[in-house]
């Protein structure tokens, strides 16, 4: 059972309402359920509770405008947000304006009951953190990632076969920026978040398209293909203290011989934080279960790598590559914040 935590739901749909009142109520939160963001924040101002879940379509007030309302009163109390809306510029916006979660519906129980949980522990990460930073650009680049981090679970969440993805390309990313002679610690730490963060444009590709089985249609790998001017987009407050995670998110698909995108830069113009991410996602993808194939092991994804060398691969990264990968077994995964 959950620990017993005060939770407000705000869902104008009665039936969703009474589904989330009596779910969670069955995994020992207590709940409060409203139907509009008036009324929750008459509650607010009037009790004290641990969480708010709030759909964003709600009817006069926004969950969104309702989210910017609560952190002007209190910059710390976790909130879950729930929508149906599948755009990339909500999804940013909620995180700017506070979210620490970012669900899309339909949603089960267990899965915001899950989602409570992290949004919580995550929350209370953050402050403890907060309060030991001095430096109050740090702690708002904090807090942006740990709002990014809820759009990355909420993406790769919809998706067995790439979950935990994210985490293992930015782990082996790192493995092997530390093989490269004179990197600085702002280096790597820009490589790991970039790499951490390299599919989150993905949030604004239709699930459609991401899940289809088949081949896709012209028209939809071009859709896919915006992921990258997505995810830099997303990455924009960022740019002041980490300028290169922007780049290298954006360029994360250029290939060493010009025939990426989405800009179709070649060599070392391609960030070089890109072109490892470039290996690294390879290899995780190789390694991994796909709707359309079983997961290859090691020796086959460092086959196909040396093919790719001087073409897709930067050859020099791919020989650290070639001294690396064993000491990152395909089903390594990691899970914590980037540090």
């Given at each position: 059972?959950?620990?017993s935590h ?117 929350r209370s990460?953050t402050v ?212």
């Amino acid at each position: 059972m959950a620990p017993s935590h005060n939770v407000l739901v705000v869902e104008d749909d009665p039936d969703q309402c009474a589904l989330l009142e009596a779910g969670l109520s069955q995994q020992g939160y207590r709940v409060s359920a409203v139907r509009d963001a008036r009324t929750a924040l008459h509650r607010l101002a009037l009790e004290s509770f641990d969480i708010v879940v709030s759909d964003l379509g709600l009817p006069g007030m926004r969950g969104d405008e309702l989210l910017r309302h609560i952190r002007n009163i209190d910059a710390n109390l976790p909130f879950l947000m729930l929508t149906g809306e599948n755009d990339v510029k909500t999804a940013v916006q909620a995180v700017r304006d506070g979210a620490d979660e970012y669900m899309m519906k339909p949603a089960s129980v267990a899965s915001v009951a899950q989602h409570i949980a992290s949004a919580m522990n995550r929350r209370s990460k953050t402050v403890a953190d907060d309060r030991k930073l001095k430096n109050a650009d740090m702690a708002e680049v904090r807090a942006f990632l740990t709002g990014v981090q809820a759009l990355v679970n909420s993406l790769e969440t919809k998706d067995k076969y790439t979950r935990d993805h994210s985490n293992k390309v930015a782990a082996f990313a790192v493995l092997m920026a530390r093989k490269i002679p004179g990197m600085t610690k702002q280096q790597l730490r820009e490589i790991r978040v970039g790499a951490w963060l390299h599919d989150i444009g993905k949030i604004g590709i239709p699930l459609t398209i991401l899940h289809k089985q088949g081949k896709l249609t012209d028209e939809e790998w071009e859709t896919v293909k915006l992921h990258t001017i997505h995810g830099a987009k997303i990455l924009e407050p960022l740019s002041k203290s980490y300028p290169e995670v922007q780049r290298i998110v954006r360029h994360e698909h250029e290939r060493w011989d010009g025939n990426g995108y989405p800009d179709g830069i070649a060599g070392n113009d391609i960030p070089l934080g890109s072109r490892l991410i470039m290996i690294a996602d390879t290899y995780d993808a190789i390694c991994s279960e796909r709707p359309y194939r079983k997961a290859l092991p090691s020796e086959a994804a460092l086959e196909i790598i040396q093919k790719g060398a001087g073409t897709q691969f930067d050859p020099n990264l791919v020989s650290i590559f070639e001294s690396t990968y064993k000491e990152f077994p395909c089903a390594t995964t990691t899970s914590s914040l980037p540090q």
